[in-house]
């Protein structure tokens, strides 16, 4: 039997190497995002002719979604291995611009203040050390009144020791890519600081009804997996020091 040896790699380059079986790995946690996240964003209301930014979008799991609803979407990544993914799930798709970027090292390109008018930032929470930074931009990126869903690895799992990890097509190899060990609170405090309203704090267990659903979610039964947070440009107040 062969032995599979962890070993930990850059988070760029982690991305890098696993675009190309992402969609292909029976990973719980993105399973349970992509279960939550539509119902969540539809409530929202109507996307039809809004510009919409989907800041990490990975291979465009989340971006197919939006290019269906909204009048522009402009995806955003900073792994070309995950963007050359998202380009070949949404060939030919008209209203999808790509962008490569780091989202812990704001502005983002040549972006202007309030060109958005709904945001989306999944699954990436975890990998970003200055959250404030990536809220700060987030806020100047959405229209007053413009509206951000985030999602995240819950906070528990990541003080448990748990992070984003893949295994090699032979087996032997488990890259680990590490997570920064945020708190809820720490998500919340980002959010508001920056200029948005809280809208929406959920946090989704492992039920035995979602486990049932997601049947590789089972092993984390009973623990809390996601984090997902919505919440508005409040304009109603002065923006944090530095901002407009």
Partial sequence: MTETMRRPISTLSGYDLWASTYDATDNPIVAVDGHILPSLMGALGSWARLCVLDAGCGTGRHTAWLAQQAGRVLAMDFSEGMLAQARKRLAGVSNVEFHQQDLSSPPFGELADGCIDRALCA????H???????????RRLLRPGGWLVFSVYHPFLALMGKQANFTSPDGTVQYRLGAELHLVSDYVNALRGAGLALHELREVV???????????LDKLRGQPVLLVLSGRRDDSESPPHGQK
Avoid: H, N, R, W
Wanted: charged fraction near 15%; aromatic fraction near 4%.
């Fill in 206 to 216: 492992a039920t035995p009804a979602l486990c049932e659903q997601i049947p590789a």
């Fill in 123 to 126: 699954l990436v929470g975890e």
């Fill in 128 to 138: 970003i050390s200055d959250l404030a930074a990536l809220f700060g931009e987030l």
